[in-house]
Nanobody, 115 residues
């Protein structure tokens, strides 16, 4: 069974930064594709960024140049560094792992960008 502990969300002003962390239990982390998704009120959940086990990354266009996904396989942890935050980045952010057709989700952490 895979479990995640997410942290790092909160309230930040526009232009500010936050770093999300997702620590995974279980044995899949090192070989799974890890990602961050987000869901804003009234909208569908969308992919923000993913990282393969070797560190190849993909980002949604709206966060390119502002967000960075990284992973520490020794610590079973994936991070999302978010800079130059905008009000439209406000959402619940979810950690995700995919391996061998299975998918696992974290509980979500709220990020609010507002004055």
């Amino acid at each position: 069974q895979v479990q995640f502990v997410e942290s790092g969300g909160g309230l930040v002003q526009p232009g500010g930064s936050l770093r999300l962390s997702c620590a995974a239990s279980g044995s899949i982390f090192s070989t799974a594709v890890m990602g961050w998704y987000r869901q804003a009120p009234g909208k569908q959940r969308e992919l923000v960024a993913v990282s393969t086990r070797r560190g190849a990354t993909t980002y949604v266009t709206s966060v390119k140049g502002r967000f960075t996904i990284s992973r520490d396989n020794a610590k079973n942890t994936v991070y999302l560094q978010m800079n130059s935050l905008k009000p439209e980045d406000t959402a619940v952010y979810y950690c995700n792992a995919q391996k061998s057709g299975a998918e696992y989700w974290g509980q979500g952490t709220q990020v609010t960008v507002s004055l």
